[in-house]
């Protein structure tokens, strides 16, 4: 990984608090979007607490008009051990308490023509050492141009309000990130995605894969002056509300198509591949789960019926073919003509 070539800026005395209350109305500005599109079910809410440390409110949503089933979970959690995933990438936190809070969502639409998405914003401190980190991503299981094009110009403006070099660093963060290297496959079309963002001289790109584009193109922008802490929060921020803006026009323009028992089945299997990235990849479950976080809130990202096929091949020239000839490959889609 990019090590940072300064020290992170100050942090505020109540920064916590801000990100937490932030983040917590996040939430809540999200599920109410999401009940007023599906105009049926609304989201129950679980309140747990962590032994260790902190807790959280988990909020899902089952079979509703337009979600089968859908999850937006707030956790805050602290404690004195910090979880292996976090010394691999930082150990100059070692010694150190954390505190650890997040946005984290997944919805899994009824309608195979609404794409899954999956949203996480999260901040974390020990001692000198904090960041943000997060992004959201889009999981089409039918291809339609106009919607990859749509979710990428929101998060891009979004991001352009902050930083000229935020949205191509972190598109193609996006695109690696959410890679099945088992598969050689992307799990959908992405989005935006990045961590250990402290505001400390450096470059953008601060993730392990030191070969791959996101890493390349952030050496060719070279050091970013330092960034504050509320720079940063601002940008979290801007992200954050952008999602309904991002995801919910798609929803409209596609809940109401037709569709039958191929289309169902289809969408079925490619749920599969979010199971596999999840349960393989996702850092954010490993994080969970090492810390003992509450397994059913961590294990809402999974959808509520899946199905695998042993050697699967889409028929030539099918939609679900041009899922995975065009789709499933990382695509300027900002720019995108066909």
């Not at 403006?157 to 088992?182: N, Q």
């Not at 569709?259 to 599969?272: K, P």
């Not at 490959?329 to 995108?336: G, L, P, S």
Request: proline share 6%; glycine share 10%; aromatic share 14%.
């Amino acid at each position: 990984m990019t090590v940072a070539t300064s020290a992170p800026t100050t942090l505020p005395s109540d920064s916590r608090q801000r990100v937490s209350s932030f983040l917590k109305t996040l939430q809540d500005q999200i599920c109410q979007g999401l009940e007023a599109a599906d105009g049926g079910a609304q989201f129950q809410e679980d309140s747990w607490q962590r032994p260790e440390g902190g807790g959280g409110r988990s909020r899902v949503m089952k079979n509703g008009n337009l979600l089968e089933q859908g999850g937006v979970n707030f956790s805050e959690v602290w404690g004195e051990q910090l979880p292996p995933s976090i010394l691999s990438q930082r150990p100059e936190a070692a010694g150190h308490g954390f505190y650890a809070t997040g946005t984290s969502m997944v919805l899994h639409p009824r309608n195979p023509y609404v794409p899954t998405v999956h949203l996480n914003y999260r901040y974390f401190e020990a001692g000198p050492v904090w960041w943000f980190g997060g992004g959201a991503d889009l999981t089409p299981y039918y291809p339609f141009a106009e919607d990859a094009q749509h979710f990428h110009r929101v998060h891009k403006a979004a991001c352009d309000r902050h930083h000229s070099e935020y949205y191509p660093v972190f598109k193609r963060w996006c695109d690696e990130y959410f890679y099945l290297k088992h598969r050689g496959e992307s799990r959908g079309i992405g989005g935006i995605f990045f961590d250990y963002q402290d505001g400390s001289e450096g470059e953008l790109y601060r993730g392990p894969n030191l070969d791959g584009d996101a890493a390349s193109y952030s050496r060719q922008v070279g050091a970013v002056a330092p960034r504050s802490w509320e720079s940063l929060f601002a940008f979290i921020q801007s992200c954050g509300q952008a999602f309904l803006e991002a995801y919910l026009p798609i929803v409209e323009r596609r809940r109401h198509i037709e569709y039958g028992d191929r289309e169902r089945q289809f969408q079925l299997y490619r749920r599969g591949r979010y199971v596999e990235f999840n349960l393989v990849y996702d850092r954010g479950t490993i994080f969970g789960l090492q810390t003992n976080g509450r397994t059913e809130s961590i294990l809402m990202s999974l959808p509520p019926l899946v199905r695998w096929e042993y050697n699967y091949t889409p028929e030539p020239n099918s939609p679900e073919a041009e899922l995975y000839t065009t789709f499933l490959k990382a695509q300027d889609w900002v720019n995108w003509s066909h």
